[in-house]
């Protein structure tokens, strides 16, 4: 199963999620020669990704040590940070129109979280799962 497709800036690549009996993890489609390479192996259980508005990162959530947790890494799937503690189960990663701000789901909860002071802040807890940010 492929879900999430994301376009690259450039628009020579899609990323998309992989369910198969490996596991989950993300995968890159070069268009240009329909080659396929994954970004993030089986085991890190890796779904949703999401590329940042300047194009340099990927945004996404993955199953660590029995907790659903938030990462980013560049385009060529290196340099993996973590960006939520694994037990808060953060889910559905966005970006937040810029590259410093990030949305996510928690515990029937939309949360935003700034990359530069990790602070947390609550916008909604109205049982959101799914935020998608649009500027006005």
Known sequence: VK??????????????SVNDRSGHFIASLRLSDKSISGMTPPSFNAASPVISPDGS???????????VG???????GENVKSLTPLNDDCRTPAWRG?????LYSKNGGLYTRSLDTQREVLISNKGDISP???AN
């Open 3 to 16: 879900d999430s497709p994301a376009m690259t800036p450039e628009g020579g690549s899609v990323l998309y």
């Open 57 to 67: 990162l990927v945004l996404f959530s993955a199953i660590r040590e029995g907790h």
């Open 70 to 76: 938030i990462f980013t890494m560049t385009l060529t």
């Open 98 to 102: 810029t590259i410093r701000d990030v």
């Open 132 to 134: 998608h940010w649009v």
